[in-house]
């Protein structure tokens, strides 16, 4: 799933429920107020063109004359009709059993460590999801939803609760719903997801910290498996060339980059778009990683609001990270360009707050240090790179 389809759209939504009626963006607003919110449903029409219009023209949706229970509602279909829930399909069977199976005072813990397991996007968008939950049942007197009401109504969307898996036969489907009652380990999943849920959101606060144990259990973990960050002398050295310094590893990514660009994304599976706008990813299997989670994101449209090329390669290069490549034309001079990325990012990017060049390493290279707003409830991001 992509980062930036999953979190964007559903921190939109929740930001919406908070924020609808109020164009200051104060805390005393109207959406979490709704006696029923997430409980009562949304009107099927209206929530319809809601979607349609967050799919079409994502940015330029106006929530403030909309119904509560209609964004409310949206928010449960998409988290419903994504490919694989946010638990992921890997680990939403780890969290059920931690509710079915750990002792409740491991359990804080157990969840803690799980979470560290999701990828980035998941793991975000989970933060958010429960802060904003949590902000819901801070006026339960008003809304009359507890953690408890609220996880019945939302832990089916989350996990996935009650789908048929894929790999389920005909026969065990037909014996499943043969006797017309409810199978006994659907309904103990259904608790414990309930169960867990309603204690993630209590737990919200805590829930995202690494615990201390953990911590000192890994301090050393990169030296005892001999990883080090390379210094910029030992970047030339993964070359082959003899003599190669990290000028000489730069030269070579550049020129990578170059004759990709030659080739127009040769290689590249390209993806459904709108606003003239040509999406792909590279079918790659990453290290340690399975094929399957090339997989897009489904329920809503991948858009961009410019006419640019974004993509997305699985690199089997050994880093964990995803690597995503976007290319835009620009009616102006490259170096009008290459100026207005380095040196004016904080003129079009409102999240760009702090930057410094650490140090000029000669005239074309440079030690640069930024720091990235987030949304809350996520602390911003320092980042340090060599340009």
């Known amino acids: 799933m992509a980062t930036v389809h999953l979190s964007s759209h559903s921190g939109r939504f929740y930001l919406a429920l908070q924020k609808r009626a109020n164009p200051c963006g104060l805390a005393d607003t109207y959406g979490l107020f709704q006696v029923g919110l997430f409980r009562k449903s949304g009107v099927k029409s209206r929530i319809h063109a809601l979607r349609q219009m967050n799919e079409s023209f994502p940015e330029n949706v106006s929530y403030e004359d909309q119904s509560a229970y209609d964004v409310a509602d949206m928010v449960k279909q998409f988290f419903r009709d994504l490919p694989e829930p946010l638990f992921t399909n890997k680990l939403s069977e780890t969290f059920l059993h931690i509710y079915q199976y750990v002792p409740k005072e491991q359990r804080l813990q157990a969840v803690q460590a799980t979470i560290l397991l999701l990828a980035d996007e998941n793991?975000?968008?989970?933060?958010?999801?429960?802060?904003?939950?949590?902000d819901v049942v801070n006026l339960v007197e008003e809304n009359q939803m507890t953690p408890m009401n609220l996880a019945v109504c939302l832990a089916p969307s989350l996990f996935h609760l009650n789908l048929l898996k894929k790999e389920s036969s005909p026969r065990v489907i037909q014996?499943?719903?043969?006797?017309?009652?409810?199978?006994?380990?659907?309904?103990?999943?259904?608790?414990?997801?309930?169960?867990?849920?309603?204690?993630?959101i209590m737990e919200c606060d805590r829930l995202f910290e690494v615990p201390h144990e953990l911590v000192a259990q890994s301090r050393n973990s990169y030296v005892e498996a001999e990883i080090h960050v390379p210094t910029l002398k030992e970047l030339g050295t993964q070359l082959e060339?003899?003599?190669?310094?990290?000028?000489?590893?730069?030269?070579?990514?550049?020129?990578?980059?170059?004759?990709?660009?030659?080739?127009?994304f040769k290689g590249w599976v390209t993806c459904s778009s709108t606003d003239n706008t040509d999406l792909a990813f590279k079918k790659q299997s990453m290290v340690g990683k399975p094929e399957a989670q090339t997989e897009t994101v489904g329920p809503i449209s991948q858009t961009a609001s410019s006419p640019s090329d974004v993509v997305f390669p699985k690199v089997g290069d050994g880093?964990?990270?995803?690597?995503?490549?976007?290319?835009?034309?620009?009616?102006?001079?490259?170096?009008?360009?290459?100026?207005?990325?380095?040196r004016e990012r904080h003129l079009w990017d409102e999240d760009f707050v702090q930057w410094k060049v650490v140090e000029s390493l000669d005239?074309?290279?440079?030690?640069?240090?930024?720091?990235?707003?987030?949304?809350?409830?996520?602390?911003?991001?320092?980042?340090?790179?060599?340009?």
Not at 185 to 194: F, R, S, V, W, Y
Not at 246 to 253: E, G, R, V
Not at 319 to 342: D, G, I
Not at 364 to 382: C, G, K
């Open 319 to 342: 880093n964990p990270l995803k690597l995503w490549k976007a290319s835009v034309e620009v009616e102006a001079p490259p170096s009008v360009v290459l100026n207005r990325v380095l």
């Open 123 to 134: 793991r975000e968008v989970l933060q958010t999801l429960l802060c904003f939950l949590n």
């Open 175 to 200: 014996k499943k719903y043969a006797t017309g009652k409810p199978d006994q380990k659907d309904l103990n999943e259904n608790l414990a997801a309930a169960q867990g849920l309603a204690h993630m």
């Open 241 to 264: 060339e003899s003599g190669a310094t990290f000028h000489t590893y730069l030269n070579h990514l550049i020129q990578g980059l170059q004759k990709e660009a030659k080739e127009k």
């Open 363 to 387: 005239r074309q290279t440079e030690i640069y240090q930024y720091v990235l707003n987030s949304m809350a409830p996520h602390p911003s991001r320092d980042f340090v790179v060599l340009r």
